[in-house]
């Protein structure tokens, strides 16, 4: 009897999982899965404890579901994906596998561990299969008339609709069950060697069930209203299911096809189609990063933008990571991130561009810090979120656009219900007060226990503003790609 392996990584489901399914092809074939987990290689890529917690929940559930199918998750740790690749080449050995299965993941690092997995295992006799699973359209099958890799997402978006109107990727099954009876006696998970830090299962449904779960009730109906509420953090207008695509306890081929089923004309217009276009840019960023591997390696995608010189302000930068920066909506957002592991899209682009453009400090040092603590924290989307507000990216905000994060705060968070929510020290803070708190305060007498502003809004952008001149000026020798 041949042995097929799935080696299980960011695909953290039975249904639509393209390895899975083609390991259990062969009815005749022993099919067992592996998770490593590599906690040294996680803290180099700052993931979050949350992320890694939410990951080891997920998985206890899916050694269940597995084992009702007859298929056995075998699990190791050991530090970082070398380690992680020479365990799996003796894995094999024991185990006689005949053939491997696995989903690709994008990120440098992660592209780099599969490519010496798939030659050593290769050489040892191992045939190597590997799939595009965690995007809707593989990188690189998208391409402008030029056969290059599109830079702008509408452009980019509108040949996708395309593409998907042309076919939908299939969107497959669980495999059947492969024994009678399901697998009982499981070994027990032992918990990740990793900083272990707790999160709220109704905010972030933990599992495959509970996320296709949300995933129907969100197709059905709020998606009408997506349009409308996705800008305002005070309302839950938007889908919360980043954390199941970042770990893949869902697949965007589900999304695709569950919003087609309730929203059929999603492909067309409408409401849905906006939800959708969210989709888009997940994979917008993800197909960038494979074209431009520079992405994964700390570098702007345009290159004039290494000449800004950013500002050295530990204080600041701390801050902004406590919300204590004096402004209401940005320290609501920075709690809401510390508090949950979660920062709703708005607030994430008020937070990024105030850490970039209200204090000049250097973008990375914020994307790391995200990724450090969102629970979906995802390579490409925080790059691409992180670069799209720096002004550094492939389609980003101009650099000469910069928010100011008061007028952003009366504009999405009106009466100051989230920032209520979020900063405690405000509430004799009447509603139409809640952006200037100190002017209240100030004209009534009154002592706020709340940070002064630790900029003042105008003057800084007229530094950043003069800080990108100069670096455009400084590198016109330079081509800005
Ligand atoms: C500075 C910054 C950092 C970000 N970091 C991350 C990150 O680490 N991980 C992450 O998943 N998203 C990130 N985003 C994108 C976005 O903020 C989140 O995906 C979204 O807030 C998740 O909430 P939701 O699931 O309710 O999204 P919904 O609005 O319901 O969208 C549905 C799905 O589409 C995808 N999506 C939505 N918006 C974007 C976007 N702008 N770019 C890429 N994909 C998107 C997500 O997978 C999301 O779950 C970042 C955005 C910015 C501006």
Known sequence: MTTHLVWLRNDLRVNDNSALWAACRSRH???????IATPAQWRQHNMAPRQAEYIWRSLRQLQQSLAEKGIALHYHQCDDFAAAVSYLQDFCRQQRVDALFYNYQYEFNERERDAAAERLLSQQGVTVQGFDDSVLLPPGSVRTGNNEAYKVFTPFSKAYRKRLRAGLPECLSAPPARTEAPLTALPPLSPFDYPRESFDEQLFPVGEAAALQRLRAFCRQPVLAYPAQRDFPA???T?????CLAT???SPRQCLHRLLREQPQALEEGAASIWLNELIWRDFYRHLLVAFPRLCKNQPFAAWTKKVAWQQRPDRFAAWREGKTGYPIVDAAMRQLNATGWMHNRLRMIAASFLIKDLQIDWRSGE???MSVLIDGDLAANNGGWQWSASTGTDAVPWFRIFNPTTQGERFDAGGEFIRRWLPELAAVPDKAIHHPHDWAKKNHQRLDYPLPIVEHKAAREQT???FEAARKASSAISPE
């Open 465 to 467: 503003l003069a800080i």
């Open 239 to 243: 889908s919360r299911l980043s954390v």
């Open 235 to 237: 309302s839950e207008g």
């Open 368 to 370: 790391r810090y995200f």
């Open 248 to 250: 893949g306890t869902l």
């Open 29 to 35: 074939a022993r099919v067992i899965a592996l998770f």
